[in-house]
């Protein structure tokens, strides 16, 4: 079946320092990648997608790539705020099939 | 944006006794509910998927006696936790999506179980 693995956190960083969270996926088909965000005390929300092999979803300055040969979506961040400390999930839906297979989440914690 | 309420938002209950949890999509229809859970520290796990007027689709090991959902409307999903157990604690959380080809899914802020 599928799965999605991103790296456990949590991942602690200084403000306007570099982020990488890895997310390797096992999939059938060619399924469309998400990244979420979820804030303390809030829902899920989707910060980023990509449909297909080599798109590149991007938000808030957030980035990701969709690499087909190597499996993998990780999102990067040049330069990380006190306001990006959340949980962040790479999840995927596959073709035809809205449900979403989510991995475990890792925390980021930015300090001033 | 796009906004889903969950109610409550948390509730603690004597085992045996049943739980219903509501999913709202405040200002979009949603032909399509899904219903995850959430152990600590863990990933969310699809539970099932309603579509509105019709029985949900439960994932395989969801037992769908003890976990009741339904869809009756556009704007409300039900989950019902049946004669609830310390094991059923966790933390569920809805989606709600369009549908019409926009399969964004919009989260609920969950709802934080506690069976004692």
């Known amino acids: 079946g599928d799965s999605v693995t991103q790296m456990e956190g949590p991942v602690t960083l200084s403000e306007e320092a570099f982020l990488t969270i890895n997310c390797t996926y096992t999939a059938t088909g060619y399924p469309s990648l998400f990244w979420y965000v979820q804030y303390p005390g809030e829902g899920l929300q989707l910060l980023l997608k990509?449909?297909?092999?080599?798109d590149k979803g991007s938000n808030k300055g957030f980035e990701a790539t969709y690499r087909k040969e190597t499996t993998s979506f990780h999102l990067e961040k040049g330069s990380v705020q006190v306001s990006d400390s959340a949980v962040y999930f790479c999840?995927?839906?596959?073709?035809?099939?809205?449900?979403?297979?989510f991995g475990s989440g890792t925390r980021l914690q930015v300090q001033p | 944006g796009a906004v889903v309420s969950q109610h409550p938002s948390w509730v603690i209950c004597k085992s045996g006794t049943s739980v219903k949890i509501e999913c709202r999509s405040l200002d979009f229809q949603a032909t399509t509910m899904f219903w995850y859970r959430q152990f600590p520290k863990q990933s969310l796990m699809l539970m099932a998927t309603s579509n509105e007027g019709s029985k949900a689709t439960y994932e395989q090991g969801v037992e769908k006696d003890k976990f009741l959902i339904n869809h009756a409307s556009l704007t409300l999903s039900t989950l019902t936790v049946t004669s609830a157990h310390p094991e059923d604690s966790s933390f569920y959380i809805c989606?709600?999506?369009?549908?019409?080809?926009?399969?964004?899914?919009?989260f609920g802020p969950g709802t934080r179980l506690l069976v004692l």
């Open positions: 989606s709600a999506s369009p549908g019409g080809g926009r399969e964004t899914q919009y």
């Open positions: 999840a995927l839906s596959e073709a035809g099939r809205r449900a979403l297979t």
């Open positions: 990509a449909t297909k092999a080599d």
